[in-house]
C-alpha cells in the first residue's frame, strides 16, 4: 500500500513536470578566477530544448559572470513590461586578472559617459532581410582529448559527449579531427611513416590504433548524442617526413614535388578508411595552416608543413581535387586556406592567379580566429563577396595561447567567455555558417601535448581524481549560439540603433529557425544592467532587462 502511494506520487510528479521543460541546474562551484559548473559520474546539468507554446510567448536563456547558466525566463510579449532577468546577487566587483587595455579604457568610459545609470539599447529587427544560413557547430577529438576521455569513468564520458551532442546539452553536430597528428598529440605523427620514399604508401593499410581508438569514442558520441549524422572534418597538418624538404616535423618545409600525387592518395586512403568503419567524413581540408611552415615557423613548434597559395592551387588542381573528385568519396566536401582571417581573401585569389580552375574544387573556406583582435572581419565580407555560393567555416579557436595571456585554463574565468561571445557575434554578422572549437576537453595544464602549447578549453578535465570535469565559461558562450541555432537557421538583420560609444560591450545577432522562430544572442560585456526595446519587424515592441555581464538568447515566434 505504501509502494503504491509512493508509485502514485512518483508519478504525479512525472507527469507534472514532464509537461515543462526540465532542467538539471549547473552545480556551480566558486574557483580561482571565477565559477565552473561541475558534472561527476552521476550529475551534470541539461537543459531540454525550451518550446514555444504560442505566439506571444518570449524565452530568455541567460547566463552571466555572477553565477546564472542557462537560467529560463519565460514571459509574455503583451504583458510583461519589461521582461527581467533576474540575476544571483550582482557584487560590484570585477578584477580581470588578464586585463586588456580596451578593457580598461571600455572601464572608464562606461563611467564618464553613461554614469551607472542603466542605459536603454534600441535594437531593430528585420527578418525580411536574410542573410547565410547555419551549418554545423561543434569541437575537436585531437589526440589529447581522446586520451583524456579514455581514462574517465564512462559515465563521466557520456556526460561530456551528452553536454556537447545532445539537444538537452549545446547540440554540436560536428567534430573536426587530424588526419595523422596535430599539436595535440603525444608525439607527432603520420600515416606511412615507414617505410620512407615510399609513393605507392604500401604500409597506410588500415587506422592507426589511436585512430581506432576516436572510432570507438566517435561511435559512442553519436548514440549518447542521439545523432542521425555526425559531420566530421578532416585535416592533415603534415606529411609523412619523407615527403617533404626538411624531413622534419616542423619548421620551414613543404611538400616535394614528386610526392603530390602521393599526398592526395594519403587523403583518399583515410576517407576509405573511415567509411569503412561507417564514420564516413564529411569534410576536408587543404591542410592545416600551411603559413605555420613558410613564415611563422619562428614561433610554430609543432607538426606543420608550408604552402604557398599558388604551390597549393596546383596540387589542389592537378591532384588533390580530381582524385577525390573522381573517387567514390567524391561528395566529401574540400575547404581551402584553414588559416589565419588575415590571409583571406589574398590567399584564394593567388590560389586563382596560379590555377583558374583551382577554386571550382573548393567547397568552401575555412579560417582560423586566432589574430581576429588585429584583422577586421571585413577580410571575410570580401572573401564571401568574391565567392559568395562557397560555405564560410571557422575550423579552430581557443584562448590562452598567446605570450600575454595566461597559457592553458583560467578556471572559472568570464572574460575568456566573453571572447567567444565577441568573436561568435562578429564572425556570424559576416557570413560565417558554422565554427569548430579547438579541444573538446583538456586536462588542468591545458594539455596533454609534446609541443607544450598550452591552452583552454570549454571543459577541463580533473585528471588528478578522474572524477570531475569542469565547464567553463566558454561552454555556455559557445552554447548561447550552438544550442539554439540548428542547421539550416538563417541570419536576419538586426542593428543596434543607438551604439553610442565604440567601447560600448554591447552586441546582438539573429537568427530565424527552420520552424519560424527568432532567435536573437545578445551580449552586454558592461558592468552595468541594460534595458533592451527590441522592435521587431513582425511582432512590434518587446522590452527585456538584463542584468551586467550576462550572456541572452532570446526566443520568440
Ligand atoms: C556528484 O555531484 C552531486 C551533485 O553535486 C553530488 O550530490 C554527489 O555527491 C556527487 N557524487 C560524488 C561521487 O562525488
Ligand atoms: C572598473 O571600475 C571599477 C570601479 O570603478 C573598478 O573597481 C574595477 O577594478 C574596474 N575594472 C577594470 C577591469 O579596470
Ligand atoms: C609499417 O608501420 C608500422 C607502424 O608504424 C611499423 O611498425 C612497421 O615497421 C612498418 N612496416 C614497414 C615495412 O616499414
Ligand atoms: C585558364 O587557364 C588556362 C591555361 O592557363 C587557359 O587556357 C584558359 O583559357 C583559362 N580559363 C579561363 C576561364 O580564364
Ligand atoms: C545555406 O548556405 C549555403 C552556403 O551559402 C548554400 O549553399 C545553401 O544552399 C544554403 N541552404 C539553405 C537551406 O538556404
Ligand atoms: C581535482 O581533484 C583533486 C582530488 O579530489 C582535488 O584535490 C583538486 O583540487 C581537483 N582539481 C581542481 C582543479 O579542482
Ligand atoms: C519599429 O519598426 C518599424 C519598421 O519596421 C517602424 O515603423 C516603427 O516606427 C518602429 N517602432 C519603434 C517604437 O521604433
Known sequence: MKSFLLCFLFMLIVICTGALEKQLPCDLRETEHGSVCVCNSTYCDYLEQPQLTDNSQIVVISSSKNGLRFKKTTGYISEENPLTVDDIQFTDEDVDPEPRAWFQLTNISQRLFFNTNTKTLRISVRREQQFQNISIFGGALTGAVSYLLKDLPEELQDHKYRSYYHPDGIAYNSVRMSIGGSDFDLEPWAYNEWPRDDPKLTNFTSLDPRDLQKVEQLRRLKTVGQLDELKIMGAAWSAPRWMKTNNRWTGFGHLKSEYYQTWANYHLKFLELMRSENLPIWAISTGNEPLNGVIAFFIVHFICMGWRPSQQAIWLSDNLGPTIRNSAESKVLIFGDDD?????????????????????????????????????????????????????????????????????????????????????????????????????????????????????????????????????????????????????????????????????????????????????????????????????SQRGPINLRLPPRSWHTVLYK
Not at 589574430?371 to 562557397?390: G, Y
Not at 588542468?444 to 569542469?470: C, H, L, M
Not at 560585456?525 to 527590441?534: E, T
Open 340 to 536: 589565419q582571417r588575415y590571409t583571406f581573401p589574398s590567399w584564394f585569389r593567388e590560389m586563382r592567379s596560379a590555377r583558374n580552375d583551382s577554386m571550382s574544387y573548393l567547397d568552401g573556406l575555412a579560417v582560423h580566429w586566432y589574430f581576429d583582435d588585429f584583422f577586421a572581419p571585413e577580410l571575410i565580407d570580401m572573401a564571401h563577396t568574391d565567392m559568395p555560393n562557397k560555405m564560410i567555416l571557422n575550423t579552430e579557436s581557443c584562448i590562452g595561447e598567446k605570450f600575454w595571456q595566461t597559457r592553458g585554463p583560467m578556471l572559472g574565468a568570464w572574460h575568456r567567455g566573453d571572447a567567444y561571445m565577441r568573436a561568435y557575434t562578429q564572425d556570424l554578422r559576416h557570413y560565417v555558417n558554422g565554427w569548430l572549437d579547438w579541444n573538446l576537453v583538456l586536462d588542468e595544464q591545458g594539455g596533454p601535448n609534446y609541443a607544450k602549447n598550452f591552452v583552454d578549453a570549454p571543459i577541463i578535465v580533473n585528471a588528478t581524481s578522474r572524477s570531475e570535469i569542469y565547464k567553463q565559461p566558454i561552454f555556455y558562450a559557445i552554447g548561447h549560439f550552438s544550442k539554439f541555432l540548428p542547421p539550416h537557421s538563417v541570419r536576419i538583420e538586426t542593428r543596434i540603433e543607438n551604439q553610442g560609444s565604440p567601447f560600448t560591450q554591447l552586441s546582438v545577432v539573429g537568427f530565424q529557425r527552420p520552424d519560424g522562430s527568432v532567435a536573437l544572442i545578445i551580449y552586454n560585456g558592461q558592468n552595468l544592467p541594460v534595458d533592451v526595446a527590441l522592435n521587431d
